[in-house]
């Protein structure tokens, strides 16, 4: 194993290793945990819908992939598609899936600053 691939598992490894972010969905009535980061190839398929012009499909996946519980196991299951994507609100799961995708573009809060 080359140096260099050490550096990078070693970086991946310490992003998923955080502690998990939380968003509250009032119209759902509960809390979802999710990562800053995910492996490639959860990623891959939301990807591929993306490229295809799949945007509601590429959405739904983001939500079945990411969206976990406060002890890290998925909320959703494969399963759950056909029901997010035909009986749930568009604007809820808009509204989750952009907090959850953007949640690596926000900078970490510095709790040490605000004493």
């Known amino acids: 194993m080359t140096n260099a691939i050490k550096k990078i ?3 991946y490894q310490s992003a998923i290793a955080g502690d998990m972010e939380k968003t509250h ?3 759902w ?3 979802i ?3 800053k980061t995910y492996p490639f190839k959860d990623e891959a398929k939301i990807l591929d819908l993306q490229a295809q012009g799949k945007m509601v499909e590429a959405l739904v ?3 079945l992939v990411k969206a976990r519980t406060k002890d890290g196991k ?3 299951s494969d399963s759950d598609r056909f029901t997010l994507l035909n009986e749930a609100d568009p604007g809820v799961i808009t509204k989750v899936c952009t907090e959850i995708n953007n949640a690596k573009h926000r900078a970490p809060v510095d709790t040490a600053s605000k004493e």
Do not use: G, P
């Open 25 to 27: 969905v009032d119209e």
């Open 29 to 31: 009535d509960m809390d």
């Open 33 to 35: 945990y999710y990562r």
């Open 61 to 63: 996946e983001s939500l």
């Open 9 to 11: 598992q070693n970086h």
């Open 74 to 76: 998925r909320i959703f």
